[in-house]
């Protein structure tokens, strides 16, 4: 996104300059060929009347058009500088307030958090997909993180996941005139449907009780697609987990 922002700046950047110059040339340039007219006219007296006038008349129009153009040219250089030092101001501040909020302050501890644990040696067949997950997503609940037997964050799984696999499983049997029935489907079924495993299970990431929530984003940014943060004492992902941070936390947090 900031790739393509850039360049969209770089292109109307450039075309302001191509205007400018155009139209600058191009009134220099009819600025010269009436002086050199209102010169010959003058020196083979032939209507040296109606060349000055007409250089008195396309004067200010010439210079109006330059004028224009340099006010348009400069005023939106100056305006994208100045956003620009606004958008890096505010990353400042952000930084800044994000650094002053310790992680442990902010996060959803572990005992009031909303999640599955799974037993030793489970590998999801024995969670129900609708009555240990799906009934459970209820507002405010939008997430439900997946916990190993020793309370080690494993998955983190999004409402808007388990939507399209309930609709693209519906859809895909419909068209043989089946009926999909969610309530047998096991947490195992779902991690085997599409990237449905690598979507829950590599878009987290972790950092330490002792961190701060500019740690925090700086390990959300560091995983595509990631807008989880699991804490543990160390930061590290085979510990067990403290507590939870979404990026809407984080947001709110940055809130001026």
Not at 6 to 17: E, K, P, V
Request: glycine share 8%.
């Amino acid at each position: 996104m900031a790739d393509t922002n850039a360049q969209s700046g770089g292109d109307a950047l450039y075309a302001r300059r191509s205007i400018a110059i155009w139209v600058i040339g191009a009134s220099a340039g009819g600025l010269i060929a009436l002086a050199i007219a209102m010169i010959a006219a003058a020196q083979s007296g032939q209507a040296g009347d109606a060349a000055e006038k007409a250089f008195t008349m396309l004067v200010p129009l010439l210079g109006s058009w330059v004028g224009t153009v340099l006010a348009y040219y400069f005023s939106g250089e100056n305006f994208e500088r100045a956003s620009q030092s606004v958008s890096k101001l505010v990353e400042q501040v952000t930084e800044e307030r994000l650094r002053n909020i310790n992680v442990k302050d902010a996060m959803i501890k572990k005992n009031a958090m909303t999640f599955v644990q799974l037993q030793a040696g489970d590998d999801g067949s024995k969670v129900n997909l609708k009555t240990d997950i799906i009934d459970r997503l209820k507002d405010p609940v939008t997430r439900m993180p997946v916990l190993d037997d020793k309370g080690v964050a494993k998955y983190i799984i999004h409402q808007s996941l388990i939507f399209k696999y309930v609709t693209m499983k519906t859809i895909e049997l419909a068209a043989t005139n089946q009926s999909f029935a969610v309530h047998n489907q096991t947490l195992k079924d779902f991690f085997g449907y599409g990237e449905m495993l690598d979507l829950v299970s590599k878009t987290f990431a972790f950092v330490s009780v002792n961190g701060t929530l500019a740690d925090a984003k700086k390990a959300m940014d560091s995983v595509r697609g990631c807008q989880d943060i699991f804490v543990t004492d160390h930061g590290t992902e085979k510990e067990p987990i403290n507590g939870w941070l979404t990026n809407v936390d984080i947001t709110k947090h940055a809130r001026l």
